[in-house]
């Protein structure tokens, strides 16, 4: 595994994405976690995956972005240090200025220096499929065409499936990503109650199962 990029947040926090090292893959897979600063369930579960992987097993390459907002995380906010909700910050066709501020998707698309690190992954890597963590709903939610992937990881984890999670997303990555870029992506939404230990017992499969797309 070694750290294949990074970048800095308003707050000088570093964005770190991880890369695991096999030189023989078949497809690229990328998972993140706290996307929503205080939904930080994810990054402990990618921490303690990453910590069982045995990379000479692996058929995919992996990469992980533990924490894609630590300043959120830091202020256990839902957005960034600049009031900004990355999943509204993405430059999609349906982006618009938010007013509210609980979902305020910046003055522009990618204003935000969290934002265009994540585009210019997906630019850069081109990952065949992707899971992102998020919280409270207890829902597989999905972009793109990943209806029968949704269908595999809600049996695994035990949360339902949903394509649709009922109100618009204007900027969304799963809108950026799943629709526009037709790559797979799965919203795992996890309980916010749940214990680390509960939600891994969840979700070891899920990762196994997206490792192996
Ligand atoms: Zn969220």
Redesign the pocket.
């Known amino acids: 595994m070694k750290i294949s990029k990074t970048a800095l947040t308003k707050n000088n926090n570093p964005i770190i994405l991880l890369e695991t090292e096999n030189k023989n893959f078949k497809k690229t897979i990328l998972f993140i976690g706290v996307?929503?600063g205080d939904?930080p369930q994810g990054e402990a579960l990618i921490k303690r995956f990453i910590k069982n992987l045995d990379e000479t097993k692996l058929v995919n390459k992996l990469l992980f972005i533990p924490c894609l907002n630590p300043d959120g995380k830091d202020l256990n906010t839902?957005q960034n240090a600049n009031r900004v909700d990355l999943?509204r910050n993405f430059p999609t066709q349906n982006w618009e200025v938010v007013q509210n501020p609980d979902y305020f998707g910046g003055d522009r698309p990618e204003s935000e220096a969290e934002t265009r690190f994540m585009a210019e992954i997906i630019e850069e890597y081109k990952p065949s499929f992707i899971l992102s963590f998020?919280?409270p709903f207890e829902i597989v939610n999905f972009d793109g065409p990943a209806h029968i992937e949704a269908e595999k990881i809600a049996e695994l984890c035990g949360y339902p499936s949903q394509g649709d999670i009922g109100y618009s997303t204007p900027g969304s990555f799963g809108t950026y990503a799943g629709v526009e870029r037709n790559i797979p992506i799965i919203t795992l939404?996890l309980s916010e109650t749940e214990s680390i230990d509960d939600l891994w017992k969840r979700t070891e499969k899920v990762f196994e199962y997206c490792a192996q797309f």
């Open positions: 996307f929503h939904e839902r999943n998020h919280a939404e």
